[in-house]
C-alpha cells in the first residue's frame, strides 16, 4: 500500500526539501506518496515545521506519525490536537556537526581571547597569552544528542568538560550532573556556559541571577539552546556588574530579536541570528526517510518526543 507524506512547512522550504526529501524516499524502496496537499483522512505521516499551516490535526485520522523538521519541539509538543507519536530532528551528520562547530567556534574565540587582537583600534602590543584549554573549565547544559557531541569536540580540545542534565547521562572524561540539584554544581566555577537545554516549563531562566552567580567572575555565556532559558534582565545585570565577561546569544524570547533590544548594542554581547545549526536538507531527508521505512517495516520510529517531559 502507498505511504502518503504531507511535507507541511512553509513554501520555501518545499523548494529546499522537494529533491533530497524525494531521493532519500526513492532509496527506501517504499511506495510512497509525497506532496504538500492531501485530503486530510489520506495522510500517514506528516513532515512538519511547526509555523506552516496545519495547526488542527484532528481531520488527519489515519496518521501515523507527525515527524518535526527541528530539534526543537516547543512550537508543537503542546498542540493537544495532537494524539499520534512526535519525532524531533537528531541528525548527526548535518544537524549535530553544525552544531559542534558552532559552539566549538565560539568557545575558542572566548578561550582565546580573540576579541583583544581582532578589535583594537588603539595597536596595542598587548603580549598576555590565553591559559591552555585544560586550565579553562566549560560547563554544558543540556547534555543531550548536541550537548553530548559538543563535550566530544570539546575533551579532544583538552577543555575540562561538565554536563548537566535531568535524569544522568554519564560518559567517559566529563564531570556530569544531573537534576536541580546537581545544577550548582555544574555552575560552581566554570568559565565558559554552553546552553542546550530545550524550552519547557522546567528549564525557563535556568540562568538566573542565582545561577550566574556561581560561575567564575569573567564567565562568557554561549546560548544556542532557546532564549526562555536565561533571564534577561538578569544576564544584563550580570554583564553590566562584570559577573558574565560576554554573551553570545543565538536565540531569543522574541526573534527575530527587536532592533530596541538592549542585547544589539551592549558591548558585551554577540547577537547571532539564530543561525548556530541549520537542518540541512540532505541528511535530515535521509533521517526522515529511514525513520519512516523503519516505521512501516515494523521497527518503531526514533527519535520521539516525550509529549509529558515536552522534548
Ligand atoms: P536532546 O537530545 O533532547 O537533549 C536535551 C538535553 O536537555 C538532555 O540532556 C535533557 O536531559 C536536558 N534537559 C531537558 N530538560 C531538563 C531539565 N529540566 N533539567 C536538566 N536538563 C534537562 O536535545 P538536542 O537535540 O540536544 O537539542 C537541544 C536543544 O538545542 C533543542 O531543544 C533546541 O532548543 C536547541 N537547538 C538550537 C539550534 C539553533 O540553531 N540555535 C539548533 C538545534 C537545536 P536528559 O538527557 O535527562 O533527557
New binding site residues.
Given amino acids: 500500500m502507498t505511504v502518503n507524506i504531507l511535507f507541511a512547512a512553509q513554501p520555501d522550504r518545499w523548494v529546499q526539501y522537494e529533491t533530497p526529501l524525494t531521493e532519500a524516499l526513492n532509496a527506501t524502496g517504499l511506495a510512497y506518496d509525497l506532496r504538500t496537499e492531501f485530503a486530510p483522512q489520506e495522510v500517514d505521516y506528516i513532515v512538519y515545521a511547526p509555523n506552516c499551516a496545519v495547526q488542527d490535526f484532528t481531520p488527519y485520522t489515519r496518521l501515523k506519525a507527525v515527524m518535526n523538521l527541528?530539534?526543537?519541539?516547543e512550537g508543537v509538543v503542546k498542540n493537544e490536537t495532537l494524539t499520534v507519536p512526535l519525532t524531533?530532528m537528531?541528525d548527526e551528520e548535518g544537524?549535530t556537526q553544525g552544531?559542534v562547530e558552532w559552539v566549538t567556534g565560539h568557545v575558542l574565540r572566548h578561550h582565546l581571547e580573540m576579541d583583544r587582537h581582532i578589535v583594537n583600534p588603539g595597536h596595542i602590543w598587548d603580549h598576555s597569552p590565553p591559559p591552555l584549554s585544560k586550565d579553562r573549565p566549560v560547563t554544558i547544559?543540556?547534555?543531550?544528542?548536541?550537548?553530548q557531541a559538543c563535550a566530544t569536540a570539546l575533551l579532544n580540545l583538552g577543555f575540562p568538560v561538565t554536563g548537566?542534565?535531568?535524569?544522568p547521562?554519564p560518559m567517559q572524561g566529563v564531570t556530569t550532573h544531573?537534576?536541580t540539584d546537581g545544577l550548582p554544581k555544574a555552575l560552581s566555577d566554570a568559565q565558559i556556559v554552553v546552553l542546550?537545554?530545550?524550552?519547557?516549563a522546567?528549564?525557563e531562566n535556568t540562568l538566573n541571577a542565582d545561577t550566574l552567580a556561581l560561575l567564575a567572575k569573567g564567565a562568557a555565556i554561549i546560548n544556542?539552546?532557546?532564549g526562555p532559558l536565561i533571564d534577561d534582565s538578569a544576564l544584563l545585570a550580570a554583564l553590566d556588574s562584570g559577573q558574565i565577561g560576554h554573551a553570545t546569544l543565538?536565540?531569543f524570547r522574541v526573534e527575530p530579536l527587536p532592533q530596541d533590544d538592549p542585547y544589539w548594542a551592549h558591548p558585551k554581547v554577540t547577537v547571532t541570528p539564530?543561525?548556530?545549526?541549520?537542518t540541512r536538507p540532505d541528511s535530515a531527508s535521509r533521517v526522515i526517510a529511514e525513520n519512516i521505512r523503519g516505521n512501516e517495516s515494523g521497527k518503531g520510529l526514533l527519535h520521539l518526543v516525550d509529549r509529558s517531559?515536552g522534548?
Fill in positions: 527541528w530539534a526543537g519541539v524531533r537528531v544537524l552544531m547544559l543540556g547534555f543531550g544528542a548536541l550537548g548537566w542534565s535531568r535524569s547521562k544531573a537534576g542546550l537545554l530545550p524550552a519547557t522546567a528549564t544556542p539552546g532557546r543565538d536565540v539564530h543561525i548556530a545549526s541549520e517531559a522534548y
